[in-house]
């Protein structure tokens, strides 16, 4: 058992954080158990994601790195996330000196780029739009999902490498999502759950957005939720394109290109500290069966 320190970088997009490990320097094991103590805002480092970079397969001669994302209450898998695709991108352009770079995920090979004003986009692909990509539990018209929970109704289901339920509202600040949040995400009609995102819309090109993570609970904002909002909004008829999607931490913009049905997201990145975690916060939990 590898009892030495371990490094990490914390960084965030708009105040939704991660831990980041870069394994490709040390590969040692990193069970469920790890992950959820380092990701404890009280014992440990605390982030809404704990990250890793892994070195690609041989066989993958497109991808620059390979990332996997864990749910930090229990370090479980998670599907895919925007805000930390484009911190990975950030560090690997910066290792690189690379404007663009090719990133394997669960959710496929994702590209990111350097805009000139510094910010990050990352091209998350096409949105699934089947229930059964979403998944749903029963057949439903995922324009229309008939769930009713409290005064949320008729989500839109988006998938982004991940589940999202969109509900519109007149105002944000009117609904109790720590509340309502959980009965959404847990509901039998989410076989794997699902996030939850709650939108009013501004005008056309403007939407106001807050979300419930799956696995996270609330967050300052979520990357594939922002993307998820804007193709629901585009499906509904109530947005262009191109939108700002303000979140608790801030805007993204997002386009879902009409060319070839790709969602692009582009946002500020921003790392917080480095350092190692001690030994003794990770051996008692490495050898815990």
Request: charged letters at 20%.
């Amino acid at each position: 058992m590898n009892t030495a320190p371990l490094h990490f970088i914390k960084m965030h997009g708009l105040g939704n954080d991660f831990v980041i490990v870069d394994r490709r320097a040390d590969a040692r094991p990193l069970p469920p158990e790890t992950i959820a103590a380092v990701s404890h805002r009280r014992t440990g480092v605390g982030c809404d994601q704990f990250i890793t970079i892994e070195p690609p397969a041989a066989d993958d001669p497109a991808a620059d790195a390979v990332m996997g994302i864990f749910n930090g209450d229990d370090g479980s898998p998670a599907g895919a996330c925007g805000n930390a695709t484009r911190c990975v991108a950030d560090i690997l352009m910066r290792e690189t000196g690379k404007d663009t770079v090719a990133i394997r995920t669960a959710a496929g090979l994702l590209t990111a780029w350097r805009e000139d004003d510094g910010q990050v986009t990352v091209d998350m692909g096409e949105p699934r739009l089947d229930w059964q990509a979403i998944p749903l539990s029963t057949e439903q018209d995922t324009l229309s999902i008939d769930l009713t929970v409290g005064p949320l109704s008729r989500p839109v289901g988006v998938n982004m490498g991940n589940p999202h339920a969109v509900f519109f509202v007149p105002a944000v600040a009117s609904i109790d999502l720590p509340a309502l949040g959980p009965q959404v995400e847990r509901h039998p009609l989410f076989p794997e759950r699902t996030n939850v995102e709650i939108v009013q819309i501004l005008d056309r090109r403007s939407l106001r957005m807050r979300v419930w993570e799956r696995a996270a609970g609330i967050t300052q904002a979520c990357g594939s939720g922002a993307c998820a909002v804007a193709v629901a909004a585009v499906r509904r008829g109530l947005a262009e394109r191109r939108v700002t999607v303000t979140l608790d931490g801030g805007p993204l913009v997002i386009e879902w290109r009409e060319a070839d049905g790709h969602v692009l997201m582009t946002g500020p990145v921003a790392m917080s500290f480095s350092g190692t975690l001690d030994a003794a916060l990770l051996s008692p939990i490495q050898a815990a069966p």
